[in-house]
């Protein structure tokens, strides 16, 4: 029999092995030389005959059968007064504890790194060499380089816990400015070809693509600041006034309907009876040789501002290669040891960490870079910033950023002193969850200051709520439930079968987020920009709104809290083992009856459920989440490409205009002006 541990159980000293052996040895005795059950006993099942076919319940491991029934089944009462506290994991096993966090702990750490962010604890420079020689300061670095990675660990741990606690807002931020973003194009892509819009509007609206996760102020007014130096006036009215001084009478046929050239053709085999084959064909617009050198440097500069991000393949699409190729062959390994119900956990928490994979998929595709370098460099605009603090001369009016009045001004300024900005610039990035929010701000900026982009709020922006559950809200949630559900469904399938200790820590996280991502549709949607912490606190608040922001900030901490707790502490409590106790080992919906005689579990290290759930469960669920994971990777890749390509097309177009568009109105003048001249000829 095994030695007990001489640790105290409630410190982690509990041997549940030893103690599966305390209820068999006494199932056992031996009569007449064999051995029989025990009158009266009912851990064992079956007949000692059946019993002995199979290995021994305590400590079995998958061995290629079937295995026996669940033996040494014990009730709670028993379980608790004879092995209380909990298991401790045997560090000196390291293959029990670093396998698992090697093949899905860690690599889905690395993804946060990709995640954009707007601060950071900054590592002083005092921990770096400053001369060339390294010899003498060797002695020092023996302190400096061990401080530096715990800084830079300490930084990572809580970026981390901040994904995981938001990873619903940040999912649903990102996923609405891509939104955002495709129907932006789209809506530029269609008055382009209608020639509705202006080159300083179109230019607008391409800026707006790439610097909507700015701060607004003072992004907006240096970038109308350039735009105001490209003309206002409509590309037709520029393209008429072309035509009408012959400039280019030998190729585009005349718009006045006084001409006789009915027939002349744009391109060979068009003319005016048949627009339609030439109903996208652009031509340049012509402009004096200061304007257009103008245009071609907003051009230049979009098409820096675009080239300046990394491609969505480098970022995120390789590293989910290799990610996905070591959580399958992982998956492949552990079909070694079916039934064991610490790979079966582990497994599970593996999957609910692709929620951070998700999370970095959904924010790299999106056209809006992180850096605002470039930016800077095109505005030529540096204005006296303090790095100490964080601010530069437009903090004050940015409603939106780090100075925003959404905490107290005690947390701010610790937040300052500990947070860094990541770009010491005039422009700073908005926090990952709130990119979506931000860019529908410079949106509906740009509509109120335009009549022309009135059209904006409709047409680009999602005032239905139904529409933006479809286009947002239902992929959100595809992205939050599949790993958890199907990590969930793992720890819930381990036996006994039911949500116990595991499986509930992944469903109470779950819940956060929903919640999390209710509350974030609802600030959206409802309290906008007036949902700050000063707001609450003005008399002019009317009660119920104060008591309704109360309750949102009240929830939303709970929540947050709650993910907090239930993603890292339950991934470290599976790890330490903390929940391999009497109460875990029984569904929670017993916890309250747990001391009834009917309340039962079992102690077997492997049995024939064990084995049968685990190949119906792991390996399914496993490739599940894997190729969820690149089908969205690969939707994300696609969706980048095919913007990035249709925003360098709408960039080189901005100064042209659509003459199969206009050739169009003018044969549908023509029309109409001849048939009312035929009813006229006929009364």
């Known amino acids: 029999m095994a030695v007990p541990n001489a640790r105290n159980p409630h410190l982690g000293g509990q041997d549940f092995e030893h103690c599966c052996m305390l209820a068999a040895n006494a199932s056992l005795e031996i009569n007449d030389g064999y051995l029989a059950f025990s009158a009266g006993q009912a851990a064992l099942h079956g007949s000692a005959e059946r019993f002995q076919r199979f290995q ?213 085999g068009f003319s005016l009876r048949s627009p339609s084959k030439v109903m996208h064909q652009k031509q340049q617009v012509s402009y004096q040789i200061p304007e257009q050198k103008r245009i071609d440097i907003i051009k230049a500069t979009l098409k820096s501002l675009l080239g300046s991000q990394q491609s969505f393949g480098t970022t995120v699409g390789a590293p989910v290669i290799f990610f996905t190729g070591g959580f399958v062959y992982t998956m492949i390994d552990i079909e070694a040891n079916y039934g064991a119900a610490y790979i079966a956990h582990r497994l599970a928490f593996g999957m609910f960490w692709m929620i951070i994979p998700h999370v970095a998929v959904t924010s790299s595709p999106l056209l809006a870079g992180n850096n605002p370098s470039t930016w800077q460099g095109a505005t030529g605009h540096f204005p006296s910033f303090d790095p100490e603090s964080g601010q530069n001369q437009y903090s004050a009016h940015t409603p939106h950023g780090d100075n925003a009045n959404t905490s107290p001004k005690l947390l701010q300024s610790i937040r300052h002193a500990l947070y860094k900005p990541i770009y010491p610039l005039t422009y700073q990035p908005a926090w990952i969850w709130s990119r979506g929010s931000n860019k529908e701000r410079w949106l509906s900026q740009a509509a109120e200051a335009n009549v022309r982009l009135r059209s904006l709020k409709d047409d680009v922006l999602i005032p239905s709520s139904m529409k933006f559950l479809v286009a947002v809200t239902i992929p959100v949630l595809s992205l939050l439930l599949v790993p958890t559900v199907l990590g969930g469904l793992i720890s819930y399938e381990t036996p006994v079968v039911g949500i116990s200790c595991r499986a509930g ?128 990777t690969y939707l994300g890749w696609w969706y980048q490409r095919r913007l990035r390509v249709q925003f360098t097309d709408l960039t080189s177009g901005i100064d042209q205009v659509n003459v199969g568009h206009i050739q169009e109105n003018e044969y549908e003048v023509e029309r109409d002006t001849s048939g009312s001249r035929s009813r006229a000829v006929s009364v």
């Open 505 to 632: 820590t992944i469903m109470l996280y779950t819940c956060s987020q929903l919640l999390l991502v209710l509350l974030w549709i609802s600030k959206m949607r409802t309290f906008g920009r007036d949902l700050d912490v000063e707001a609450i606190h003005k008399k002019s608040t009317p009660t119920w709104m104060r008591c309704s922001k109360l309750l949102w900030f009240f929830l939303f901490a709970s929540a947050t809290t709650m993910s907090i707790f239930t993603s890292i502490g339950g991934t470290m409590f599976t790890f330490m083992n903390l929940y391999v106790n009497c109460l875990c080992f029984i569904p929670i919906s017993q916890w309250k009856t747990r001391y009834s005689p009917d309340t039962m579990t079992y102690l077997s290290s492997n049995s024939s459920e064990d084995i049968r759930n685990a190949k119906l469960f792991w390996f399914p669920c496993g490739m599940s989440a894997t190729a969820f994971l690149i089908t969205v």
């Open 56 to 268: 021994f319940p305590c400590g079995a491991k998958f061995n290629g059968s079937a295995g026996d029934q669940p033996q040494v089944t014990v009730s709670y009462s028993w379980c608790h007064a004879n092995c209380p506290g909990w298991e401790a994991a045997d560090t000196s096993n390291y293959g029990f504890w670093i396998e698992p966090l090697v093949a899905f702990i860690i690599p889905s750490i690395v993804f946060c790194l990709s995640v954009p962010r707007r601060r950071r604890i900054e590592v002083p420079d005092t921990l770096f060499p400053r001369s060339g020689g390294l010899l003498s300061t060797i002695p020092t670095l023996l302190f400096k380089i061990p401080v530096a990675s715990f800084i830079v660990t300490i930084d990572t741990l809580l970026w981390l816990a901040a994904i995981l606690a938001l990873s619903g807002p940040i999912l649903i931020s990102g996923i609405y400015e891509a939104v955002l973003d495709l129907r932006l194009l789209n809506y530029l892509q269609q008055r382009t070809n209608n020639n509705e819009l202006t080159v300083q509007e179109r230019a607008k609206l391409l800026f707006i693509v790439l610097l909507g996760n700015l701060d607004v102020n003072p992004a907006w007014q240096h970038m109308e600041k350039i735009l105001s130096t490209i003309p206002k006036d409509r590309l037709t009215d520029r393209f008429s006034l072309a035509l009408t001084n012959s400039t280019f009478s030998a190729e585009v046929p005349s718009l006045s309907r006084k001409s006789t050239k009915k027939s002349q053709t744009i391109s060979e």
